[in-house]
């Protein structure tokens, strides 16, 4: 029996990496489309989005492109303690693609902008990385805090979601109660301390080694910046922008135009947590959230589906539009250079 020549392996690897980061994501976005929507009758749901005050949803547009635009400003200021300077602009734009490029390839995009700006502004890929693991840990920092500002503003509607998916959370109390589980962190911590010691000379070990030990120095010089201030308020209105971006949707549908800013902020918190799961753009998860959050609002299950498809379609739509202009702009900024 021969064995696979290397050039066979190489193209047996790329399959496998291309079914991992781009197939498997989007065949578990359309399964939770498919379950959630199987039943329902389109028809009646573009009747729905018809009666729709299509002013509002394009108007709520200004704030997705707005949170994004300020996320390019916080980027620069994560940057700047590094003892760099990049252009606003090629961040922005390098924001834009990100989330375009992230439809395509879950994830790919956060890599990508680092590429790009290393390429553009002369800056190392490592640190660039760093400073993006941060951005994204500040995003998971304010999403913890609007979920428990959430929480704590409506209780009971998240007693009664418990309630409603109990055999899911009974599933996650028994992971969580179990000694097993814990053995298991600590068995696995073992093994990755046991691994860098007895392989430190290793090319990989020793290369993960170094961008841990920068990544380190550049969280060191990031957390003595003295614009700590800016960085919170652009936090904010990051996620300020975003949640606008969301509920200002609910004054489209008479469904949802009196639930009020409790309900708003409860289904945006579900659907930003439901974002963590690798889909492309949260292709599923997030209708499964929103239309979660809507039911338990006592909106009818056509409306919820309708609300959620409708929303996510056209939300969807104009990332990629504003992704791909943010691709062309730094393409032309880039040959205009040269």
């Not at 303690?81 to 995009?109: D, E, M, T, W």
């Not at 380190?216 to 919170?232: E, T």
């Not at 990629?320 to 032309?332: M, N, R, T």
């Amino acid at each position: 029996m021969e064995t696979p020549t290397l050039p066979e392996k190489s193209k047996h690897k790329s399959i496998f990496n291309t079914f991992i980061k781009v197939i498997l994501p989007l065949i578990l976005g359309i399964l939770i489309l498919y379950l959630l929507f199987r039943n329902n009758d389109f028809n009646e749901i573009w009747a729905i989005l018809k009666d729709a005050n299509w002013g509002i949803l394009l108007f709520s547009l200004l704030f997705g492109v707005l949170g994004n635009t300020v996320r390019g400003y916080r980027w620069g200021l994560l940057i700047e303690p590094l003892g760099y300077k990049p252009k606003v602009s090629n961040l922005v734009f390098a924001i834009y693609g990100n989330y375009a490029i992230n439809f395509a390839i879950p994830r790919a995009g956060e890599v990508w902008r680092c590429g790009m700006i290393a390429k553009e502004e002369k800056i190392p890929f490592t640190k660039l990385i760093g400073t993006m693991i941060l951005d994204r840990m500040l995003d998971t920092l304010m999403v913890a805090l609007i979920t428990l500002f959430a929480f704590f503003i409506n209780m009971q509607f998240f007693l009664t979601y418990i309630k409603n998916n109990k055999a899911a959370f009974d599933s996650i109390l028994n992971i969580l109660s179990s000694p097993l589980f814990y053995l298991g962190i600590i068995a696995f911590i073992g093994v990755v301390i046991m691994i860098f010691k007895v392989f430190k000379e290793n090319f990989i070990i020793k290369k993960i080694r170094e961008l841990v030990s920068g990544f380190w120095s550049d969280l060191k010089a990031i957390w003595r910046m003295k614009q700590k201030g800016r960085l919170i308020l652009y936090s904010f209105m990051i996620w300020g922008s975003y949640f606008l971006y969301f509920y200002i949707t609910f004054y489209a549908f008479d469904f949802t135009a009196n639930l009020g800013i409790t309900a708003g902020l409860i289904a945006f918190a579900l659907s930003s947590i439901s974002m963590a799961i690798p889909t492309n753009g949260g292709m599923g998860p997030w209708h499964a959230a929103v239309i979660a959050s809507l039911v338990l609002y006592n909106v009818a299950n056509a409306q919820a589906d309708a609300f959620a498809f409708g929303v996510f379609a056209m939300q969807s739509l104009w990332v990629i539009l504003c992704g791909l202009f943010g691709i062309a702009a730094l393409a032309i900024k880039n040959r205009n250079n040269k």
